[in-house]
């Protein structure tokens, strides 16, 4: 297992972190470019063209990165920083985020509700929980996390809920699937920035 809590794949290539100096897959980290104009831009999806350079995904990371410019580094010229950039990073991956769990729901891999998560668990065909961060931890804890599979608690109620075309949601589960992986992937990197660098090693069971 790789940094972030991500698995790597043996073909999948390594990048150095412009903060730590530390190299680790390119699914746990989070790739930047620079704009035409000079701007440095986040590409969640990693399809932006242009050179790519690397951060950890925590808050720690990109902080540092902001506050002293390393991007410049990175993209080997002057380059111009928003200040909020972080900010910026944290909505695109709460949303890139969101809107995997809806194309998980469409194929319906992703259910929604407290009694419906618990008849899957019941089934073990969870493999990824979710539960909103400003929901009820009481009501939380009557569910759990299977062996093997993720939980994550970085989505508020209304994030989950508009993943299922709800108002609100509290527990959510995906089954396993090619969608499932790449939630995770971006998940993991979400709950870096929300939850600090060692929640994201914080897997329930």
Not at 105 to 125: C, D, I, S, T
Not at 157 to 177: D, K, M, N, Q
């Amino acid at each position: 297992m790789a940094r972030g809590g991500v698995h790597k794949a043996d073909s999948e290539p390594d990048r150095k972190c412009l903060v730590t100096g530390e190299s680790g897959p390119k699914s746990g980290l989070i790739r930047f470019v620079t704009g035409p104009d000079g701007t440095v831009a986040p590409d969640i999806m990693g399809k932006l063209p242009g050179r790519g350079y690397y951060v950890s995904s925590t808050r720690e990371a990109l902080t540092e990165a902001v506050k002293k410019n390393l991007f410049a580094k990175g993209a080997r010229q002057k380059v111009d920083v928003p200040q909020d950039l972080v900010a910026t990073v944290e909505d695109q991956l709460a949303k890139r985020v969101t809107s995997l769990i809806a194309m998980a729901r469409k194929a319906g891999l992703a259910v929604a509700g407290f009694e419906k998560v618990k008849a899957r668990l019941a089934e073990e065909r969870v493999k990824v929980l979710f539960q909103a961060s400003d929901g009820s931890e009481r009501g939380k804890s009557k569910l759990w996390t299977p062996q093997g599979a993720r939980y994550f608690g970085c989505l508020t109620a209304t994030e989950l809920g508009l993943a299922f075309g709800r108002g609100h949601v509290i527990h959510g589960a995906l089954s396993a699937g090619g969608l499932s992986t790449r939630v995770v992937e971006d998940a993991t990197k979400l709950r870096g920035l929300r939850e600090g660098a060692t929640a994201q090693k914080d897997d329930r069971a």
